[in-house]
């Protein structure tokens, strides 16, 4: 695959205090990059710094080998950008936000015309183009946040957490307008704190912690990374089994009790569920339910970065 | 230059269709001479009036506050997020605070053109027949080296909410001392000295010279003086400016 962005020894620092601290990546022709981290991990800062509105002390940022600051506009001119906060006017019409941003890209006449039918019906939102702004809910106004960004056809369009505070329809919507435009050839660099949406929309996934990249790859090659299963067992009465029994069991690495409940950590790839059955049974202990939980993204960070994505 | 445009209008549109903005614009001014017209009449003469007096410091003080609208549309919280995007999209870094200056300067000269119009119907005050044009000139001219002063204080203390605190210090102390709210030999000598240096002081001057003297003279060093600083501010604003501080 062909590399369209490639940002190599990035650093940046406010101040005295780095917040970004070399870090390298590229984003790749076609792809849906998703960048993964939790509030502070300095996922805005490098987006603010790849869409040209940020400054940055070292490294470097090229765009189809050619750095950057060599030819900002040109560059820009590439580029979509979905800021995280309603950047819209709330006076105006759906269709005089998208035509006013199109026209910063140079987009007039009958090809501003189409931009903005374009951006407009792939947010589902060409039936309101003639409603004020201030009149939309949450949802539309985060589409129409998007459709802003995409009139005039970027190469690379860059969202950072398009999809914040919105219900699920909306929310849906959208992820289906990403996966549209990615079908199209759009190349997307995506900014969540829900790994529901990552695990439904990411070509690949780079995971950011306190401005360092802490994994990267796709959501299976991290998966697979990841060798554990959590087997979570209701049981009858926890005070009469000892957790050094399970130990005993292949597998298995660690286990806690907790109330009425027996909580094992397995490798994966091990089937051991019958054995630990087995073993309760001789226990004498009454099974009320059985969840087994594989590796996700969510416990891929936890294990990462010892704090949950919310955090 | 479309792109320009495009923001130029965007800018002075959201400026025009902003109620609150227009009501200030237009009452300021009146409200001002109409109270410190009525409430000091018996000082000034039948010739001479208090409105007269008030009408053209207190529309050069309003001219004034053209700072306070450039320093809103520049940074304010609302318009902050779609300026945002406006830094995102490909278009020289200059437009921005080009842009915010030439709206404010549009929409103050619109709303302080017809408040002085209304200002002259109600209280029949003079500013000038015979060299109308010019003093309108030296009012406008006010009018861009504010809208200008605005733009440089946000660009300087990247926060619309500071730059106003230190406008309204400045614009009240500049008016005073130019001696737009009471007479400045009230004060004494020395703040007179001090008077004779302020370019507003100097507009005030030259417009009542020209009002009442028929004397032009100082019209074109003061207007020059007004556009020569302005382009000083603009340039300064325009170096000073980064993207970034809407990021």
Same mark, same amino acid.
């Given at each position: 695959m062909?590399?369209?962005?490639?940002?190599? #020894?990035?650093?940046?620092?406010?101040?005295?205090?780095?917040? %970004?601290?070399?870090?390298?990546f590229a %984003?790749y022709?076609?792809e849906i990059l998703c960048l993964l981290?939790?509030?502070?991990?300095? !996922?805005?800062?490098?987006? #603010?710094?790849?869409?040209?509105?940020?400054?940055?002390?070292?490294?470097?940022?090229?765009?189809?080998?050619?750095?950057?600051?060599?030819?900002?506009?040109?560059?820009?001119?590439?580029?979509?950008?979905?800021?995280?906060?309603?950047?819209?006017?709330?006076?105006?019409?759906?269709?005089? #936000?998208?035509?006013?941003?199109?026209?910063?890209?140079?987009?007039?006449?009958? $090809?501003?015309?189409?931009?903005?039918?374009?951006?407009?019906?792939?947010?589902?939102?060409? $039936?309101? =183009?003639?409603? !004020?702004?201030?009149?939309?809910?949450?949802?539309?106004?985060?589409?129409?946040?998007?459709?802003?960004?995409?009139?005039?056809?970027?190469?690379?369009?860059?969202?950072?957490?398009?999809?914040?505070?919105?219900?699920?329809?909306?929310?849906?919507? &959208?992820?289906?307008?990403?996966?549209?435009?990615?079908?199209?050839?759009?190349?997307?660099?995506?900014?969540?704190?829900?790994m529901?949406?990552v695990e439904?929309i990411s070509s690949r996934i780079i995971i950011?912690?306190?401005?360092?990249i802490i994994a990267e790859g796709t959501k299976e090659a991290l998966k697979e990374k990841n060798d554990e299963?959590?087997?979570?067992?209701?049981?009858?009465?926890?005070?009469? &089994?000892?957790?050094?029994?399970?130990?005993?069991?292949?597998?298995? !690495? $660690?286990?806690?009790?907790?109330?009425?409940?027996?909580?094992?950590?397995?490798?994966k790839g091990?089937? #051991?569920?019958?054995?630990?059955?087995?073993?309760?049974?001789?226990?004498?202990?009454?099974?009320?339910?059985?969840?087994?939980?594989e590796a996700n993204l969510?416990t891929i960070f936890?294990d990462l970065?010892? =704090?949950?994505?919310?955090? | 230059?479309?792109?320009?445009?495009?923001?130029?209008?965007?800018?002075?549109?959201?400026?025009?269709?902003?109620?609150?903005?227009?009501?200030?614009?237009?009452?300021?001014? @009146?409200?001002?001479?109409?109270? +410190?017209?009525?409430?000091?009449?018996?000082?000034?003469?039948?010739?001479?009036?208090?409105?007269?007096?008030?009408?053209?410091?207190?529309?050069?003080?309003?001219?004034?506050?053209?700072?306070?609208?450039?320093?809103?549309?520049?940074?304010?919280?609302?318009?902050?997020?779609?300026?945002?995007?406006?830094?995102?999209?490909?278009?020289?870094?200059?437009?921005?605070?080009?842009?915010?200056?030439?709206?404010?300067?549009?929409?103050?000269? *619109?709303?302080?053109?017809?408040?002085?119009?209304?200002?002259?119907?109600?209280?029949?005050?003079?500013?000038?027949? /015979?060299?109308?044009?010019? *003093?309108?000139? +030296?009012?406008?001219?006010?009018?861009? @080296?504010?809208?200008?002063?605005?733009?440089?204080?946000?660009?300087?203390?990247?926060?619309?909410?500071?730059?106003?605190?230190?406008?309204?210090?400045?614009?009240?102390?500049?008016?005073?001392?130019?001696?737009?709210?009471?007479?400045?030999?009230? +004060?004494?000598?020395?703040?007179?000295? *001090?008077?004779?240096?302020?370019?507003?002081?100097?507009?005030?001057?030259?417009?009542?010279?020209?009002?009442?003297?028929?004397?032009?003279?100082?019209?074109?060093?003061?207007?020059? +003086?007004?556009?020569?600083?302005?382009?000083?501010?603009?340039? @300064?604003?325009?170096?000073?400016?980064?993207?970034? /501080?809407?990021?």
């Amino acid at each position: 695959m062909k590399s369209l962005i490639e940002v190599k #020894n990035l650093a940046k620092s406010y101040k005295d205090k780095q917040v %970004i601290h070399g870090i390298s990546f590229a %984003i790749y022709e076609g792809e849906i990059l998703c960048l993964l981290g939790p509030n502070g991990a300095s !996922k805005s800062t490098t987006i #603010n710094i790849l869409c040209g509105a940020l400054g940055y002390d070292a490294g470097e940022v090229t765009c189809n080998g050619v750095p950057i600051d060599q030819n900002l506009q040109g560059f820009k001119q590439q580029l979509g950008v979905v800021p995280q906060d309603l950047a819209l006017y709330e006076d105006l019409t759906a269709e005089k #936000n998208v035509q006013f941003f199109a026209s910063l890209y140079g987009l007039k006449g009958q $090809e501003l015309e189409a931009g903005v039918a374009f951006a407009l019906t792939s947010v589902g939102l060409n $039936e309101h =183009r003639k409603e !004020k702004v201030a009149t939309f809910s949450g949802g539309m106004k985060r589409r129409l946040n998007i459709a802003c960004a995409i009139a005039h056809r970027p190469a690379l369009l860059i969202m950072d957490e398009p999809t914040v505070g919105i219900d699920p329809q909306s929310r849906n919507h &959208i992820l289906n307008a990403i996966k549209k435009m990615q079908l199209k050839g759009m190349t997307v660099l995506y900014t969540t704190h829900y790994m529901e949406e990552v695990e439904e929309i990411s070509s690949r996934i780079i995971i950011m912690d306190h401005g360092r990249i802490i994994a990267e790859g796709t959501k299976e090659a991290l998966k697979e990374k990841n060798d554990e299963r959590k087997i979570t067992i209701e049981i009858s009465d926890s005070s009469e &089994i000892s957790a050094d029994a399970f130990y005993q069991i292949e597998g298995v !690495k $660690e286990v806690s009790l907790n109330e009425d409940e027996l909580m094992i950590t397995s490798i994966k790839g091990i089937e #051991n569920l019958d054995h630990i059955i087995a073993k309760l049974i001789r226990l004498r202990q009454k099974i009320q339910n059985i969840v087994v939980q594989e590796a996700n993204l969510e416990t891929i960070f936890l294990d990462l970065t010892g =704090r949950s994505l919310r955090d | 230059m479309y792109r320009l445009v495009r923001i130029i209008q965007r800018d002075t549109l959201n400026l025009l269709t902003n109620p609150m903005w227009i009501f200030f614009s237009l009452m300021f001014p @009146l409200l001002l001479v109409a109270i +410190l017209g009525f409430l000091t009449e018996g000082l000034y003469g039948d010739y001479f009036t208090s409105y007269d007096y008030y009408g053209v410091t207190f529309m050069l003080f309003s001219a004034m506050y053209a700072a306070t609208f450039s320093a809103n549309s520049f940074m304010e919280e609302k318009i902050k997020q779609a300026n945002l995007r406006i830094v995102y999209s490909p278009i020289r870094n200059w437009f921005i605070p080009f842009s915010k200056i030439v709206a404010t300067f549009i929409f103050t000269t *619109i709303f302080y053109t017809i408040a002085a119009v209304i200002c002259h119907l109600l209280f029949h005050i003079r500013f000038g027949s /015979e060299n109308l044009l010019q *003093i309108w000139l +030296l009012f406008i001219g006010m009018n861009l @080296l504010f809208s200008c002063i605005g733009v440089l204080m946000c660009c300087i203390f990247k926060s619309e909410g500071v730059a106003n605190q230190i406008l309204s210090i400045l614009t009240a102390a500049l008016a005073m001392l130019s001696g737009f709210i009471f007479p400045i030999a009230n +004060l004494g000598e020395s703040f007179v000295k *001090i008077s004779r240096w302020l370019p507003t002081a100097k507009v005030a001057q030259a417009v009542f010279e020209m009002i009442y003297d028929q004397n032009t003279a100082s019209f074109f060093p003061v207007f020059s +003086l007004l556009l020569i600083g302005s382009i000083l501010i603009l340039g @300064l604003s325009i170096i000073l400016f980064r993207g970034e /501080e809407y990021v």
